[in-house]
């Protein structure tokens, strides 16, 4: 197999593929369950994911060129292959739906307010699921161009929100009990969901070898923008207003106006820029749903599954009434979350060390 | 056509063959002569009018072979083969000849502007190299000129276009591979490269689509950049072209393959990327630190020409709030009297511009200026007194045109303009959402192509951004800083400055 994607794409493939929407709404979430010391729970789950991170590099790289659904397929057999592949597909829908949901709503409210929302919905994903039909490499150069943009929304926001920041809104720290921070830790996973793609990215690396490296780079450098988001939103609001906020993340940047600048709200300029980012979160997304089709129907092509899986992914997106039952409705998009970056990555892991001593 | 025959014994044989292939061709020249008064042998000498130089062909062909005499075409009952030997070492004073003994490679030798000595007795001829055609001499490339660095452009004619390249490169890891392309045309051009430096991959690549055209004929290299790139339906170019001779040595010498094609003054250079073809050849003429904020200057036109319009029409129409105050009162006084919405306003003004520019091309010179003054200045005026267009609008337009002509590749501009109105179709429909939807689309499909395996995104989201890669993209740092060369063509030799 070719060589395709370089370390500097497979480190940005891991951050966008992580940071979604979830980022929007976590400071929130935590504020609400951790207080002021929710960012020790992001912490924890960084922490967490780097550790799931390893254990699947580890297993990727047991398998050098081999996508996970190859290997899958030797390792479950025939029929093991199938369950997995069916929670896989479910949750990848799942995922897409709440994603493209979630994203149609706040640009509903801030962007878009007399447009229907099915109008966002589906023109999101006849755009941004279109990349599923071509190969890993654009999904890599599209991965490292969205990385761009988001570091520069990143420090770009950051600049602008400094000025009205007020760290003393951040303490008191190490408040609350160890078992309260653990329960923040379960709010974070959704935001760390899409590690997974990994096992897929990783098979085509210039240099597997590094991918460790690169991986926990990735995770470091989500962790630390999450830990932000909460520091740069508790000390913006104070702890009791965040919990009060939706999204959080976004009411930051509404604070700033530039008296006399050109523009006085940049929030819509950062909602625009904003649609980029959860492009390249949907883009690997899609990519990984069109490949695991094609390996359940073992065909070569895997472009031609985009075409069933927009309407699809549509009606599920459209399934809860308003935002509170998409957001109550979480826990099943979880739960397979759990089960795919896992379960399965430990499975698979079990089950390679056996045969691989078997076979020596 | 295949003439694939070998030539005859007997010069009329041959003559006579020629002259039936070469039927109705009043340029072709045959001239018969015969050499020695004594035992006379008869030769043939086939040429172009027009394309052959007559002072060289008179003077150091015909004089000298007219002036054999007997003693020494006799000396020793000569064989035939021998005295083709003697004609070519001793007597006919053209630099560069060669002995052919195919009809084909008569006829191609004859078309290209050679000239051919048949002789009676032999199976073999002598191909003359004689081309001398009236051609345009060096001059200042028209379309990227520059305030400093070299004045020479490239011509027409393919050897004058090497010769100006091969000054620059005095290396012998230099290549120049000859070829013809065309089955009627039968262009020659030219595959240069520095063959320490350049990506095997990337030559084969280039050979392999040559060598499988199959087409009659190549007018222009344009025509030949659109026959062997990746992607012929995308907006975008993925082969860059430069009339600048200096511009094809830097390329050569940064891993890139050069193509030349002759009758066109324009070489081609694969791969193209997004980087390569937002860089002019002054930023390497000029200090680094001008160069740096050119750079970026070109790149926020870029910015500018694809999206200016459709901004302005999603502000005004779906976000004024995201305009101060005062400027949204004064952006909705100024289109009071306007009585369409902003984007049929954009469209007719966008159209009209294009109207002007096209109108603007084909007639140059004194009345362009004319349809400029006539176009830009009482058009405009005229119509925002007359309430069509609001002058905002008038702004932004002039500023998208001039923004699109800040790029230095004119086809990077043209696809940039394609997109512009699409843009204005999303944000007609969906605000600066639909901006945003529609530099998706555009991202995706460059992120798609690829040129000649390379990625066109590069270096920015390609294989090649690596450490250091940066250093002659955005900005431009001093020559004492860009150690390596940049890695997106991948060179297998990456120092250039110790």
């Given amino acids: 197999m070719e060589k395709r994607v370089s370390n500097t794409q497979f480190k940005a493939l891991i951050i966008t593929g992580v940071v979604g929407v979830g980022v929007l709404s976590l400071p929130s979430s935590i504020a609400r369950i951790a207080n002021n010391d929710g960012w020790i729970s992001i912490v924890m789950g960084g922490a967490i994911s780097a550790l799931l991170m390893y254990l699947m590099v580890s297993l990727a790289q047991m398998h050098p060129g081999k996508v996970v659904f190859e290997y899958a397929r030797e390792l479950l057999g025939n029929f093991g292959f199938y369950i997995f592949a069916v929670i896989y597909i479910i949750y990848f829908m799942m995922v897409l739906a709440v994603e493209v949901r979630v994203f149609a709503e706040v640009i509903k409210v801030f962007l878009l307010e007399n447009t229907p929302i099915e109008v966002i919905i589906i023109s999101m994903l006849v755009t941004s699921m279109w990349i599923g039909r071509y190969k890993i490499e654009v999904v890599a150069r599209i991965a490292l161009l969205m990385y761009t943009v988001l570091f520069i929304i990143i420090i770009f926001g950051v600049i602008a929100v400094f000025p009205q920041l007020d760290f003393t809104n951040i303490f008191p720290l190490f408040q609350t009990n160890l078992k309260t921070i653990i329960g923040g830790v379960r709010e974070t996973f959704f935001s760390y969901l899409g590690i997974d793609f990994v096992l897929v990215s990783l098979a085509y690396l210039e240099e597997p070898k590094e991918a460790m490296h690169y991986s926990m780079r990735a995770i470091l450098s989500v962790t630390i923008l999450y830990v932000f988001a909460f520091v740069l939103t508790i000390s913006t609001f104070g702890v009791s207003e965040l919990k009060r906020q939706v999204w959080p993340t976004i009411a930051l940047v509404r604070e700033v106006d530039f008296p006399g600048f050109f523009l006085e709200n940049i929030d819509g300029i950062i909602m625009a820029a904003w649609v980029l980012i959860i492009y390249g979160n949907i883009g690997p997304t899609a990519y990984n749903s069109t490949l695991v089709l094609s390996n359940i129907f073992k065909t070569k092509e895997h472009g031609l599954y985009v075409l069933p899986l927009v309407p699809i992914v549509y009606f599920i997106s459209l399934f809860p009434q308003n935002l509170y039952e998409v957001y109550k409705n979480m826990l099943i998009p979880n739960i397979l979350g759990f089960i795919i970056t896992i379960i399965f990555p430990i499975l698979l892991f079990i089950l390679s060390k056996i045969k691989g001593r078997r076979t020596k | ?498």
């Fill in chain 2, 1 to 498: 056509m295949e003439y694939n025959i070998p030539l005859k014994k007997t010069l009329k044989e041959n003559s006579d063959e020629l002259k039936k292939i070469l039927n109705e061709c009043d340029d072709i020249i045959f001239r018969e002569l015969k050499v020695g008064s004594n035992k006379p042998v008869s030769m043939e000498l086939i040429f172009v009018d027009g394309m052959i130089d007559r002072d060289d062909l008179s003077s150091f062909v015909l004089r000298p072979l007219l002036r054999i005499s007997d003693d020494i075409l006799s000396n020793g009952n000569k064989s035939i083969d021998s005295l083709i030997d003697m004609l070519s070492k001793e007597n006919i004073q053209i630099s560069d000849m060669k002995v052919i003994q195919n009809m084909e490679e008569v006829i191609k030798a004859v078309l290209s502007g050679e000239t051919v000595l048949l002789i009676d007795g032999s199976e073999k001829a002598i191909d003359l190299s004689t081309r001398g055609w009236p051609s345009r001499s060096i001059g200042e490339p028209v379309s990227e000129e520059t305030v400093r660095g070299p004045r020479d452009g490239m011509t027409e004619t393919l050897k004058t276009n090497i010769a100006l390249i091969r000054r620059r490169i005095r290396d012998t890891n230099l290549k120049v591979k000859m070829m013809q392309i065309g089955k009627r045309s039968k262009t020659d051009m030219a595959v240069m490269y520095m063959e320490d430096i350049v990506e095997p991959r990337l030559l084969n690549e280039t050979y392999k689509r040559l060598n499988n055209l199959k087409v009659d004929e190549i007018i222009d290299s344009s025509m030949l950049e659109s026959l062997i790139e990746d992607h012929c339906y995308s907006p975008f170019p993925q082969i860059e072209n430069t009339e600048r001779p200096d511009a094809v040595a830097a390329s050569l010498y940064e891993g890139r393959v050069a193509i030349i094609v002759d009758n066109s003054p324009f070489a081609l250079l694969v791969p193209a990327t997004v980087g390569t073809l937002m860089q002019s050849t002054e930023d390497y003429y000029t200090r680094w630190s001008v160069a740096s904020i050119v750079r970026i200057i070109r790149y926020f036109a870029a910015f500018l020409a694809v999206l200016a319009p459709s901004l302005y029409i999603a502000v005004t129409s779906y976000h004024p709030g995201l305009l101060p105050t005062r400027l949204a009162y004064y952006v909705a006084a100024s289109r009071v009297n306007v009585p369409f919405p902003s984007v049929i306003e954009a469209f007719l003004m966008e159209i009209t511009l294009e109207l002007l520019r096209e109108a603007g091309t084909r007639i140059s010179g004194p009345i362009g200026t004319t349809i400029g003054i006539v176009g830009g200045l009482i058009i405009g005026q005229a119509a925002v007194d007359a309430g069509i267009v609001s002058p905002l609008m008038i702004i932004i337009v002039s500023v998208t045109t001039i923004s699109s002509f800040a790029i230095p590749s004119y086809e990077l501009a043209t696809a940039l303009r394609f997109f512009r109105f699409l843009f204005m179709i999303y944000a007609a429909v969906l605000g600066l959402y639909g901006v945003m939807l529609g530099i998706i689309v555009m991202i995706t499909h460059m992120a798609k192509l690829d040129s000649f395996g390379i990625p066109f995104t590069s270096p920015y989201s390609g294989l090649g951004r690596e450490k250091g890669d940066l250093r002659d993209t955005i900005i431009r740092v001093p020559f004492q800083n860009m150690k390596k060369r940049p890695r997106f063509t991948f060179p297998k030799n990456r120092t250039r400055l110790k």
